[in-house]
């Protein structure tokens, strides 16, 4: 089924998308029309409203495991012991695990300065002390790509550098063993230049995996070495969760197909400059992002596709 889509394509089994997004119910429908064909069998639904949570129950039964959203605002504006409760409270309220947005974006958004409640730091303890009694996994957006830091995060009232944010986030990892953690975007250490530092996390701290958000962002970084990408991911493939950052908001069909198609070519496949299926604002002025296939073996597929997520969210 899968083939005749794309003939590039060779993983025939399920697939598990742990980061998709709902925003409103009908782009939920074909959200969930283009999975099917894509083979994607079970997903992780962060849900941006409790109507949409109770939506997708009703109509998708089976299919999701349901994650309740939080903004990176939100420590800024509450307070932490308002998170905490909210995440004591998540099961109960019929979810399964948190996500936090927490991008530099969302620190000039509080308009919070660079120091104000950095994640790792004593203030925030309750909201981790939380999801470590409560064992609510959590899937964490901290840090963003090499590129926004050369352009939008240039404004250093509210941004430091990338490697201030990503010794944060290891900041957040190793001081709580006891979450359970899905780092999204590969930890936002996809670039090629940071991976020997993300395989030193690997092995240092083994409460988190990654996920493969986003399409765009993990196709243009792993193409440009797909020697070292494969070699990398098939190292820790029992580490890393298959996701797309799709987000259920519009009925434009080509916008979800462009990116279960681009990273299952990313990782399947063994095309050499193909043109990614959408426009990457980052280097529309570069040349465009092409994809360059990592011919990930099926036994490393069946692991990020499959495998991992399903003893992560054991479901
Ligand atoms: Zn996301």
Excluded at 60 to 85: E, N
Excluded at 271 to 283: C, G, K, S, Y
Aim: net charge negative; proline share 5%; charged share 30%.
């Amino acid at each position: 089924m899968v083939l005749s889509l794309n003939p590039d394509l060779v993983y025939d089994g399920p697939i598990f998308d742990t980061h998709t997004h709902a925003v409103d119910n009908e782009s939920l429908d074909l959200m969930v029309r283009i999975q099917k064909r894509f083979g994607v069998e079970r997903a992780v639904l962060i849900c941006h409203s409790p109507g949409a949570m109770r939506y997708a129950k009703r109509e998708y039964p089976g299919h999701f495991v349901y994650a309740k959203y939080f903004s990176g605002v939100q420590r800024f504006t509450d307070g932490v012991d308002v998170i905490a409760k909210e995440i004591r409270n998540l099961k109960e309220d019929g979810y399964d695990l948190a996500k936090m947005q927490s991008a530099p974006v969302m620190r000039a958004r509080a308009k919070a300065d660079p120091d104000e409640l950095r994640l790792h730091e004593d203030e925030m303890s309750p909201m981790f002390e939380a999801l470590g009694d409560e064992a609510v996994p959590f899937i964490l957006h901290l840090s963003d790509p090499d590129t926004y830091y050369s352009t939008r995060y240039s404004d250093l009232e509210f941004f430091g550098s990338k490697e201030r944010d990503l010794s944060e986030l290891e900041g957040v990892i190793s001081r709580y063993p006891d979450v359970r953690y899905q780092i999204a975007h590969f930890a936002a250490q996809p670039e090629i230049h940071r991976l020997d530092n993300l395989g030193r996390w690997l092995d240092s701290y083994p409460n988190f995996n990654v996920d493969t958000s986003s399409a765009r962002w993990l196709s243009r970084e792993l193409s440009k070495d797909p020697n070292r990408a494969s070699e990398f991911l098939t190292k820790y493939s029992n580490r890393i969760h298959f996701g797309t950052d799709c987000v259920a908001y519009t009925d434009d069909v080509n916008y979800y197909e462009g990116r279960y198609s681009a990273l299952r070519l990313l990782l399947e496949s063994d095309v050499r400059n193909m043109p990614l299926p959408f426009q990457d604002a980052d280097t529309i002025n570069s040349g465009g992002t092409q994809i360059n296939g990592l011919s990930l073996e099926d036994s490393v597929l069946e692991q990020i596709y499959w495998k991992n997520p399903r003893r992560f969210y054991d479901f």
